[in-house]
């Protein structure tokens, strides 16, 4: 008897639903990502004339563009995103009864799920997934792989939200995801055209940086989003995994691990790797580029043909002082014989 309920259920209308979806899903992000590859190419157009003004180096203008461009984005997506939670989700989140608020069958308000307006909030998950991804892509030209597997794993939170049609929690973790990468980007871009000795400068955004970091993900996020998620009525697996991941990677890449990084591998006088030259403040505020990378090679070579140079100096003339110490040597010895062939010459006379 329990078979015959089977056929009520369309495995086949269902399966094609779902690919249906990630088709659409897809195929939504990858447009929206190749519009943001082209604004992102033409921003970068308008800006090198200004950055050439300024009188920039070279090797920090990929970087500064990427800065201002993220900036930019972020700020728009925060305001956007507060928009949409006042106006749109607010007056969705609870419902009158007997001139009492309450909150329908949901242990935590995160747990909210859209039912309605799907369209609205799909297509805005759509847009930071895009965002993300090419940040991502980004990342791993520049070579930073512990950053780019973040944002890849908070790419795959967002999606979650998506699927489980989470739109409370969509909308407050990416308003503070946005507002992290706002910071970070932020203080990372002041530091970046700080001159090398403002060290006061320097420890006040690692400072802030910090106190940033240690608030939101030793106080906010686990009390607010990771415990709750955790223990909530209903267990989202791929969530709780895409979270509990990106949370790991979040403290692999934090200010500090980097300072212990920086002792441990950066204080010492045969380390060239440091490219805060041995300050701590600036090792965990600035990045590494390519450009930055290739500058550091061709001053090591440089270092090192100099370093030969000096040996081969030294080498010949280490070569000519003995040849020297030979002749006169040599010369010595004639002279000797010629006094003692004089002397018997006189004697026998």
Known sequence: ????????????????ACNATSHNRINSIFWIGLFYIVCFHYFKKILQP?????????????LTVRYVWNICF??????FLYVYQKYFLADSLYFKQ????????????????????????????YILISF???????????????????????????????????????????????LIYLFTDGL????????????????????????LWSFVFLNLLPFKFLIPTLYGRKFFIWLNSFFLLWYGSCIWNSPILQYFYHQIYHTNS?????????????????????????????????????????????DASHSMKTYQTIKCMIALKRKLKRIRENKEQFISS
């Not at 972020?74 to 305001?79: E, L, Q, T």
């Open 74 to 79: 972020y700020i728009v997506a925060i305001a």
């Open 98 to 125: 007997n001139g009492q608020n309450y909150y329908r069958s949901y242990e935590n308000l995160i747990f909210f799920t859209s039912n309605h307006r799907c369209n609205l909030l799909n297509s805005v998950n």
């Open 270 to 314: 045969n380390s060239n790797d440091c490219l805060g030259e041995r300050s701590v403040s600036r090792c965990i505020l600035i990045k590494e580029t390519r450009e930055l990378r290739h500058l550091k090679n061709i001053r090591n070579a440089l270092i090192e043909i100099q370093l030969n140079s000096v040996e081969q100096k030294d």
């Open 188 to 211: 990372s871009l002041v530091g970046w055209h700080i001159p090398k000795n403002r060290d006061v400068a320097f420890r006040v955004c690692v400072t802030l940086k910090l106190l």
């Open 1 to 16: 008897m329990l078979f015959n309920f089977l056929p009520q259920f369309n495995w086949y209308e269902i399966w094609s």
């Open 132 to 178: 993300y991804l090419i940040d991502v892509i980004f990342d791993l030209n520049e070579g930073y792989v512990s950053e780019a597997v973040s944002k890849f794993l908070a790419c795959g939170i967002v999606i979650c939200f998506d699927v489980y049609r989470l739109e409370y929690f969509s909308v407050m973790f990416n308003i503070l995801l946005a």
């Open 50 to 62: 200004h950055l050439r003004a300024s009188k920039l180096s070279y090797y920090k203008w990929n």
